[in-house]
């Protein structure tokens, strides 16, 4: 059987909360990672306060509707990001968002591999029948990414943000089970 | 669209604790309702603390348990339970438990009506693949009521009880959504649902 959790260039892990506090508070303080990655205001939080929102997390335990990796390289073992899905169990249908705080490991791939890692979960371990991500149009290096991945740009929120007093577009793109599938039949062929 | 909560002969009704706590005491006073509805040695349990207990299962609402209580539609009485709990989304797989504690109501469809209710809500709002079933080999009347509502007979585990200085078997039952929609769904509705 296949490797669940272990790409080509990365593999999905569970970092403990002191772990990923640590990197979390040098990654916020890179105003672009946080804008590609959140709508919302960046903000400052201090280690302490990081690590406790985890610890809250971790404490409540596994739940059906919400699953989260963190991401290491395979190459240096290095911890360079994560990856979150929420899954609406009633319609068969989840959301990804991903984000590599580690910037020097931008635009070389990894970010794709985590996404057809996720992809090959969600399809083969979870069984739902989509996969949605939302993205901001001044994200192109992502656009790509998830275009390389299958996913179809299927609508748009116009002139829905406002970054630097010019307004941006939100993106939504989706990929379906079978067209994941039909993509898996042609790698093999 | 169709009422989702409503069958022939009865209705699912909102699971209210203080009612029911009142009721259970009450049901399991019979043991043979008791030992039809669960293999463990029951203990009575006070008004109090069933209410105590089901107070406590009522706040923590996931969407994995799914609890109603039953009323008759004619004198709209109380008569029984029934809950569905999801064990397995990717397989999209619920267990149901249904008991009727008041026993002038036993052998007279009500049990087959709700669940022919509740497999509607598992298949139509849920969205399930298949719901599964265990009942006892000594509760012969369940059975063919389960039959009845479109449950198939899936395996046994032999002589798995000690009732009354014999052994008997658990029976696993099962029903999955395509045999469900041919059961129930005329073609042209069809499509109108979804697979």
Known sequence: MKDLFRGELIRFTFEEPETRAKAEVRWQRDTEFVRLADGDPSHLSSEKKIKEWFDQRSERGPKSERVSFSVRTLEEDKFIGDLGLWIDLIHSEAWVGLGIGEREFWSKGYGTDMMKLCMQYVFTELGVERLSLGLFEYNPRALRSYEKCGFRLEGRSRKEMLREGQRYDSLWMGILREEWLAMQNGDQK | ?195
């Open chain 2, 1 to 195: 669209m169709k009422d989702i909560f409503t069958g022939n002969l009865v209705r699912l009704s909102a699971f209210d604790p203080e009612e029911m706590s009142k009721a259970f005491p009450r049901w399991f006073q019979n043991s043979e309702y008791a030992r039809l509805l669960d293999s463990a040695a029951r203990p009575m349990r006070s008004s109090k603390a069933a209410l105590k207990w089901m107070e406590k299962e009522a706040e923590e609402i996931s969407i994995e348990n799914y609890y109603f209580s039953i009323r008759t539609l004619a004198e709209d009485k109380l008569i029984g339970e029934i809950g569905l709990d999801v064990v397995n989304w990717s397989g999209r797989d619920a267990f149901v438990g249904l008991g009727i504690g008041e026993t002038d109501y036993w052998s007279k469809g009500y049990g087959t009506d709700v669940m022919n209710v509740l497999l509607r809500y598992a298949f139509t709002e849920i969205n399930l693949k298949r719901v599964t079933l265990t009942v006892f080999e000594y509760n012969p009347r369940a059975i063919r009521s389960y039959e009845k509502a479109g449950f198939r007979h899936e395996g046994r585990l032999r002589r798995l009880l000690n009732r009354e200085g014999r052994r008997w078997d658990e029976l696993f039952m099962g029903i999955l959504r395509q045999e469900w929609l041919d059961l129930n769904v005329p073609m042209a509705a069809e499509a109108a649902v979804g697979t």
